[in-house]
């Protein structure tokens, strides 16, 4: 991994000596100073064309070099809209993404961003650990391929296509950083919650939160990629459009055919190779025999297209395999949440019980204040300042706190008996 990532780190540029002035700028008035002096114009122009530098993998020899291609180059070397380059660009978060087009394959899965054709895999230079683990997996089974059609002579029966192969690596890498981070979710969640269960905490309420926050996110991720597979699946032309090594070898054909067709009839004609060419041929005929050309090669693709629709199995097969990865991380993080919700649950059950405890305390305390309010009240008219015939009896107090006491108590036991009866305390 240390040889690949020195090997693709780019050169460092020379810093070039900055020339003299020269006699016309010496020989300027004092008071006046040149344009633009010391300003490099080469690299002015390097970062207007906005050069970006790709790792490209080549597909025959499975060598990976640094190239460094501005936006237009791209555009017209995969024959992509500058949309679909977009989607690789690294300022901006896109979700993740596969699309097929007429001769390449675009792919933005997680940490893997490239451009696959038929020939070759272009990568954005970064030297992100799982982009260099996607670079070696996929010299390693160019290398493999290529030592086992040199031994057996004939390809295996589960052999695939070269864009296959690097969407197959690119959907491993991205499946696997899912897991990873799905993993180490759950080794970090599950802990936490068995915790907050046993201690309910404003600092364990917090990171249960942050956890649920990185919990929603990753799902989110891992539900796009997911769906992404789906659709393409469900969709049999998509599917077919990623073809591009057959459609590669029926367009070679098609032109090497119209090649001879026209080198027959030329010779038909009994025109010689060696004539000169008249220098007032008519462009009309030229137009219309690039039209022809054109539009026989754009048959012959969709021609191509239609018959491989009718064998889309081992790329099925392939995103079937990687969808119940991806789906089986998916119901990792949904039994996850499922977890979290119910340790929610457990925990506001714990809180219905303290705040019916607190009820029932206060209705308590609310009984026993009535009772003795009942005292009060009893203190109050005999202290009042009038005389009645009762106040002149000598034991009079004391049965009156008698007879209060005794209503006070039958009073507090109806209070308790009605609570239990009406289920509003335990029994």
Known sequence: MAELRERLLPRKPSVAAVPLPSTAARESPPG???LFQGVDFSELKKRGQSLRSWIRVDAATGGSQVIEVDKFTMMRRCDLPARDLRLLDPIFVYPSTILGRERAIVVNLEKIRCIITADEVLLLNSFDGYVLQYVVELQRRLAAGTRDALDGGTPSPDYLPFEFRALEVALEAASTFLDAQASDL???????????????????????R???????????????????IEQLMDDDGDMAEMYLTEKKMHMDSSL??????HGSSSAGD?????????????????KLEKTLSLSRSRYESTKCSDSTTENIEELEMLLEAYFVVIDSTLN???????????TEDFINIQLDNVRNQLIQFELLLTTATFVVTIFGVVAGIFGMNFEIALFKTPSAFQWVLMITGVSGVIIFSLFLYYFKYRRLMPL
Do not use: F, H, M, W
């Open 332 to 342: 990792k993080l949904t039994s996850l949440k499922e977890y979290i919700d119910d």
């Open 186 to 208: 759950e080794i970090e969640a599950y802990p936490l919650l068995d915790e907050l269960t046993s201690k309910i905490s404003t600092l364990n309420l917090e990171r249960v």
């Open 32 to 34: 006046c100073r040149p």
């Open 256 to 261: 090497d055919g119209d090649q001879s067709l």
């Open 210 to 228: 942050r956890l649920k926050s990185r919990l929603v996110a990753l799902t989110r991720r891992v539900q796009k990629v997911r769906d992404e």
């Open 270 to 286: 009994g025109v010689s190779v060696s004539s000169p060419v008249s220098p007032v041929s008519p462009p009309e005929s030229r």
